[in-house]
């Protein structure tokens, strides 16, 4: 068992669902949820979550999130692979936002094919892109509706 | 010159406004903005910003949020003193997270006197509290409205 795996079995929660109902969610039932790589510390992507989608998470310990384009639960990585395991999650002093410390299978949490959303950095000429493409978007979706 | 120094005079933007247009602003004019510790990748706080919060932290080089419960521009600080010195702001992919590279004055992030605001960790007793404090709140707004 690497380090990281017992990581991921560390992640315990308790046995009622109070702790769902200390969530500060706002009027669409939402709040923002931050995924960051447990061991580099690098934020991967910002996405939301309802309470149903908080509760999936730590229920397998995976990140699940709410698609607002599709008006459904997204179980991250359900078509890509790039599934998230997840070791620990954070609530804010408003407990309005969350952090998911995670680890990302693939290496790549964007659509985009790179390894974070955050690939665009301001400078002189305005937001210019500075992250790779780790693997074809079209690859990773292939034969995916 | 630290290298903290250095790279907060980094910080360079277009002369025009155009990259302000490119945010994905929500139905409020607001993004979430997540503020990271340059040096240990520490995620501190996320908050939120509208266009002129936006372009006043790439101005001054310092961040400056939108604070929905007193509808005003928040210069991060104005009150505690504990300022952020901005060395790169990025963007994601939707167009609509922002994150902060920061230098964070005083050591101190949260309103409660914490390094950051999320010292809640999900645990088998529900939101357990596992980081301390390290500044009396008292003590950061004395003689402050």
């Known amino acids: 068992m690497t380090d ?5 079995a560390g992640l315990s929660k308790p046995d009622n669902s109070q702790w769902l109902d200390m969530v500060a969610w706002n009027a669409d039932g939402l709040a923002p949820a931050i995924a960051q790589d447990a061991s580099s510390g690098e934020i991967l992507m910002m996405a939301w ?12 310990r995976q990140a699940v ?19 998230q395991h997840v070791s620990e999650i954070r609530l804010d002093c408003d407990a309005d936002a969350i952090v998911l410390k995670v680890e990302q299978i693939g290496g790549v949490a964007c659509h985009t094919g790179r390894a974070n959303c955050f690939y665009r950095k301001l400078g002189a000429d305005g937001w210019e892109t500075v992250e790779p493409v780790l693997k074809d978007p079209a690859e990773i979706y292939a034969g995916k509706a």
């Open 65 to 83: 999130y709410w698609s607002r384009s599709r008006s459904r639960l997204w179980h991250k990585g359900e078509s890509s692979g790039h599934i």
């Open 49 to 60: 979550m309802n309470r149903e989608a908080l509760k999936q998470t730590a229920d397998q």
């Open 4 to 8: 990281q795996m017992a990581d991921v």
